[in-house]
């Protein structure tokens, strides 16, 4: 079983930036690939990015292309996402979660979430 716990998220202003974190519990964290998901309000949870086991290899949305960068520490059993050039749109709760296939783009293809944190842009 893992346990993921996000934090970093916040109040920032559109054009600014914030770093999400993930830490996972259990020594299992690099046989998962990782990935970051966001659920605004009134709307269905939608894939962001995702890395591999190793970190080699990552995958973005359309929409954060080149503005995210997700990254992880397997030493320290943490993912993170960085994210620049915020857009109010950008607003929404982030998941982080694990699973198991490469790139796992599909909210069924996770076997684990955390609680997630909320991001505010403000315009």
């Known amino acids: 079983q893992v346990q993921l716990v996000e934090s970093g998220g916040g109040l920032v202003q559109a054009g600014g930036s914030l770093r999400l974190s993930c830490v996972a519990s259990g020594r299992t964290f690099s046989s998962y690939a990782m990935g970051w998901f966001r659920q605004a309000p009134g709307k269905e949870r939608e894939f962001v990015a995702a890395?591999?086991?190793?970190?080699?290899?990552?995958y973005y949305a359309d929409s954060v292309k080149g503005r995210f960068t997700i990254s992880r520490d397997n030493a320290k059993n943490t993912v993170y996402l960085q994210m620049n050039s915020l857009k109010p749109e950008d607003t929404a709760v982030y998941y982080c979660?694990?699973?198991?296939?490469?790139?796992?783009?599909?909210?069924?293809?996770?076997?684990?979430w955390g609680q997630g944190t909320q991001v505010t842009v403000s315009s």
């Open positions: 979660a694990a699973a198991s296939t490469f790139p796992p783009v599909r909210v069924g293809e996770y076997h684990h």
């Open positions: 890395i591999s086991w190793s970190g080699g290899s990552t």
